[in-house]
Each structure stands twice: as structure tokens, then as C-alpha cells.
């Protein structure tokens, strides 16, 4: 059972490149989310999806965009890299969004952008 | 500003030592507290997951309480161990929330040492 899967594990931008951070669960979990991580916070939500076909802003949407055509896939894209995106990135799914529902979270993607 | 707030900020304890860590939160309503563990370089992991009608809640050495009145809560970990060493987060939902169903603490970095 692999869970929540995230590739890269690494990867470095130059400022102004484009990629996409792919995620993906195999638990058939509705809510998939994307987390960004930086030195002394704590996690920030950058996009959410209830499900296929639906997503919707979180806290910090700006520079990202997402898409969720299959319940599995929940891929982050980084459009015009800046130097305020290098974070640790956490792609994090659940059954619901509310109650004692357990989130499960990948390893992450370390990006930096120089 | 920050509606979850975690102290301290780092620990080291002594390996078979005893350590609780702080979580106090302003957020309202309140869903349910979640504590995390966070080894460095993977995803947070769920420790333990408690609503407001709970007071405590145990997973091996880790026992969670939780003062829904006060809006506080703490984690105790007893006799620690070297794998104990990692950073721990508080975690806090509300049902009003569109995107900030989860709002997470900076952490506390424990380092257990020999």
C-alpha cells in the first residue's frame, strides 16, 4: 500500500521556469491537498480538492495552479518560478474534509529556486 | 497571526527522560486537535487525533490531552527514545473553515540525546 506518492523528490528552478509537482494516493481518499513548508511555520495550504474536477484556493494560491481529472491525481503546478517559492512541498489526502478523518501526508519535494 | 501556537520551540531531553510539549490555539469553533510527528525530510505523521469532548488520548509513549475550555492542549512523551527526536505539530480544524480546515502550529523540534 503506497499511500501519497510525490515525485520530485528534489528538484532545482532557475527564476522563471516552469514545473509540475506530481502527487498521487491509491487509498481512493476525496480530499487531496497541497501544503508548503517553510523554516519555523507551519504548514501553509495552497490548493484543496473535494474531488475529482473540483478544486479551490487555499491560503497561499498565488504563482500555483492545480487540476484533479481522477480521484488518484492531484498534480501542483509552478508557473514563472520566483524565489519566494523555495519550500518544502507536501502533497496530503483524506477520506473528508472534516471530523476525525485521518490526513496522510507524502514525503515532499524540496525546491529551490535560484 | 498565527491562531495555533506551539512552545517551546526546541527541546533536548535526555534519552529515558520524560518531555511535554504546548499547543495553544484561538481557533473557533473547534473541530477536533490532531498532533503530528514530523521526522526530518518526510511528511507529518498522525500521532493522535482528539475532539473537544475528549480530554486524553494515548498511542504508546505519546498521551495527548486537551483543555477545550482554556483552548489548550499538550503533548507528554514518556521515556523517550533516540527515534522520538523529531519536530511535533499541532493541528487544529474547525468546521466553519472553506480552505483553513487545518490550521497547523509551527512545531516543536525534539532532539532526544544518548
Known amino acids: 500500500n503506497a499511500g501519497v506518492t510525490q515525485t520530485p523528490k528534489f528538484r532545482i528552478l532557475k527564476i522563471g521556469q516552469s514545473m509540475t509537482l506530481q502527487c498521487t494516493q491509491d487509498?481512493?481518499?476525496?480530499?487531496m491537498y497541497w501544503y508548503r513548508q517553510d523554516p519555523g511555520m507551519g504548514l501553509k495550504l495552497i490548493y484543496y480538492?473535494?474531488?475529482?474536477?473540483?478544486?479551490d484556493k487555499g491560503e497561499v494560491p498565488n504563482g500555483y495552479n492545480v487540476s484533479r481529472s481522477t480521484t488518484e491525481d492531484f498534480p501542483l503546478r509552478l508557473e514563472l518560478a520566483a524565489p519566494s517559492q523555495t519550500s518544502v512541498y507536501f502533497c496530503?489526502?483524506?477520506?473528508?474534509?472534516?471530523?476525525?478523518?485521518?490526513?496522510?501526508f507524502g514525503p515532499g519535494t524540496r525546491l529551490t529556486v535560484t | 497571526k498565527n491562531q495555533v501556537e506551539q512552545s517551546p520551540q526546541s527541546l533536548i531531553i535526555l534519552e529515558g527522560k520524560n518531555c511535554t510539549l504546548q499547543?495553544?490555539?484561538?481557533?473557533?469553533?473547534?473541530?477536533?486537535l490532531r498532533w503530528y510527528k514530523q521526522d526530518t525530510g518526510r511528511g507529518p505523521v498522525s500521532l493522535t487525533i482528539?475532539?473537544?469532548?475528549?480530554n486524553t488520548k494515548s498511542n504508546g509513549r505519546y498521551t495527548a490531552t486537551l483543555d477545550a475550555d482554556t483552548k489548550q492542549s499538550s503533548l507528554h512523551i514518556t521515556a523517550s527514545q533516540l527515534s522520538d527526536s523529531a519536530s511535533y505539530i499541532c493541528?487544529?480544524?474547525?468546521?466553519?473553515?472553506?480552505?483553513?480546515?487545518?490550521?497547523f502550529g509551527a512545531g516543536t523540534q525534539v532532539v532526544v540525546t544518548p
Open positions: 480538492s473535494v474531488g475529482a474536477g473540483i478544486t
Open positions: 493541528v487544529v480544524s474547525s468546521p466553519t473553515d472553506s480552505w483553513g480546515k487545518f490550521q
Open positions: 496530503a489526502s483524506s477520506y473528508l474534509g472534516q471530523g476525525s478523518y485521518e490526513q496522510y
Open positions: 499547543c495553544n490555539y484561538t481557533v473557533s469553533p473547534f473541530s477536533n
Open positions: 487509498m481512493n481518499h476525496n480530499y
Open positions: 482528539m475532539t473537544f469532548s475528549e
